[in-house]
């Protein structure tokens, strides 16, 4: 697996950008992967190693950017423009303020909050604390805490018009 690490890396990064923006905050998950390997190859300096492992970097960045491109190119044709913020039509769609300020409501307001919707989530909150690995229970935490600013900066942190917490979706599989 560690011979296609870049291309799966590169292909589920691209797929979640594409379910959303925030999606690429799930960058943070290959970053660490690929930076726990790199600091030992650099000490015990396994140049071939390391060669390897920016290959593989290469490969992450190349099927990443194969994946999204039908999308980029949908958004030219549409927009004239290769990047888009959807949000950008709506100017109230982000807090006035650099604050996370709706954090706590994502989490405990009974309008759709998580733990409030969602009781069971604590488990798996419960749980990620408790990864044995060290450094895969600091990734995790890493990712969950970015996500959970990020839905916070939000005035629609409750996901609009749909059902439970909408945007906590991608945070599901870990």
């Known amino acids: 697996c560690e011979k296609y690490s870049g ?3 590169g292909v589920l990064l ?4 594409l379910t959303r923006w925030s999606g690429l905050i799930y960058a943070i998950l290959p970053a660490a992967y690929y930076t726990l390997r790199l600091i030992p190859m650099v000490r ?3 140049w071939a190693a390391l060669r390897g492992l920016l290959g593989q970097v ?3 960045v190349l099927s990443l950017i194969v994946t999204i491109t039908p999308q980029l190119a ?3 044709r549409l927009h004239g423009t290769w990047l888009t913020f959807p949000q950008a039509a709506n100017p109230r769609a982000y807090v006035d303020s650099v604050l996370p300020l709706n954090t706590l409501r994502a989490f405990f307001s009974t309008a759709r ?3 409030f919707w969602s009781p069971f989530m604590l488990i798996g909150m419960i749980g990620t604390v408790r990864i044995p690995n060290r450094e895969i229970r600091g990734t995790v935490l890493m990712y969950l805490l970015a996500h959970g600013i990020l839905i916070g900066y939000r005035t629609d942190w ?3 018009g749909g059902f439970g917490p909408r ?3 991608e945070a599901l599989p870990l």
């Open 7 to 9: 291309l799966i890396w």
């Open 14 to 17: 691209g797929l979640s950008f």
């Open 44 to 46: 015990q300096k396994d």
């Open 58 to 60: 290469g490969v992450l």
């Open 74 to 76: 949908l958004w030219q």
């Open 113 to 115: 909050g998580l733990l």
């Open 158 to 160: 409750y996901g609009g």
């Open 167 to 169: 945007y906590f979706i």
